[in-house]
């Protein structure tokens, strides 16, 4: 699962437009559901925020955000609250996993994941549009996709065996089009 990550790098590193006034940095734990920062096949090269915590546009209010956080990969086309999603990227340059160190959970170990080079990466993600019944104001919202955790990440993630899909710079467009991508999974690792 990612319910935790930053994006330090300057707002350049995105090579998209959008935001301005807006700081776009940071630390984001996705159970206080914070804006993120988004690009989506509609606006590739437009930097946008999105809420964390994907709200179907056919929710009768917001509380399913809480279940949302994460979309697995494998039951995306059939979920109802993911099945009509479309594709966007959340911009990271990290984030955080907790390792089990006892059977129970109690005892855990923080693990910073970044890429070699601490380069910016996105996650695949998934969004929609939902509209408040009752105040009129649009939200829009997204989830972080996560498939079965792979090398390194079976060690760190080791109670859910999941991890999120990190797409490669070169493999955006890929993505936000419908296109397969092959997935990056050559991460560092450091105890927090």
């Known amino acids: 699962m990612c319910f935790h990550f930053k994006q330090s790098k ?7 437009k959008g935001l301005e006034g807006h700081p776009v940095n940071g630390l984001y734990n ?18 946008q925020h999105f ?5 179907p546009s056919w929710a009768k209010d ?11 990969h494998e039951t ?18 990290g984030f955080y996993e907790w390792k ?5 959970g109690k005892k855990k ?14 996650f695949a993600g998934l969004y929609d549009q939902w509209i408040d019944k009752q105040t009129g104001e649009i939200i829009n919202s997204c989830s972080i996709i996560t498939t079965e955790a792979k090398g390194i990440m079976r060690e760190i993630h080791n109670s859910k065996m999941r991890m999120p899909m990190i797409i490669e710079s070169n493999q ?8 397969e991508t092959n997935l990056f999974y050559n991460f560092k690792t450091f105890e927090v």
């Open 10 to 16: 300057p707002k350049e590193a995105f090579k998209a």
């Open 30 to 47: 996705g159970f206080s559901h914070p804006n993120v920062n988004v690009v989506t096949q509609e606006s590739p090269k437009y930097l």
């Open 51 to 55: 809420k964390w915590g994907l709200i």
């Open 62 to 72: 917001d509380n399913i955000k809480k279940y949302t956080l994460n979309a697995r």
């Open 76 to 93: 995306l086309k059939t979920k109802p609250s993911f099945k009509n999603a479309k594709r966007c990227l959340i911009f990271a340059d």
């Open 100 to 104: 089990w160190l006892d059977k129970q």
């Open 109 to 122: 170990q923080k693990y910073l994941i970044e890429l070699p080079n601490s380069e910016l990466f996105s």
């Open 172 to 179: 955006m467009d890929d993505w936000l089009e419908n296109r």
